[in-house]
């Protein structure tokens, strides 16, 4: 499976972005399809995921109300829309790929088993 962020790029605070994430290669029967970002002396943390088969959709805390994870079935490609972006949510936004369905898991902690080159947001004050 090849993953291919994009979209990436420098905005205001309280502006918005949106990334895409273009899946291609070997297909899965279900999987998850989620964000991660990586800031600047910062660990890796989870930004959100989407059950890809039914459409549901997990969100950090942080980003809850501002992101939001959408799919096109199509094009094989996730969209994380982000609003109201703030200076702390400057990033290297990477996205994953967890096969399996996990309808009664929460999608945070999974083992991805598949990640992308990561795009990077930076968000002026």
């Known amino acids: 499976v090849q993953l291919q962020a994009s979209g990436g790029g420098l905005v205001q605070a309280g502006g918005s972005l949106r990334l895409s994430c273009a899946a291609s290669?070997?297909?899965?029967?279900?999987?998850?399809m989620g964000w991660f970002r990586q800031g600047p002396g910062k660990e890796r943390e989870f930004v959100g995921a989407?059950?890809?088969?039914?459409?549901?959709?997990d969100y950090a805390d942080s980003v809850k109300g501002r992101f939001t994870i959408s799919r096109d079935n199509d094009k094989n490609t996730a969209y994380l829309q982000m609003n109201s972006l703030k200076p702390e949510d400057a990033a290297v936004y990477y996205c994953?790929?967890?096969?399996?369905?996990?309808?009664?898991?929460?999608?945070?902690?999974?083992?991805?088993?598949?990640w992308g080159q990561g795009t990077q947001v930076t968000v002026s004050s």
């Open positions: 290669g070997r297909t899965f029967r279900t999987y998850v």
């Open positions: 989407v059950r890809w088969n039914v459409g549901s959709t």
């Open positions: 994953a790929l967890k096969s399996g369905g996990y309808y009664y898991t929460s999608l945070r902690n999974l083992l991805y088993n598949y």
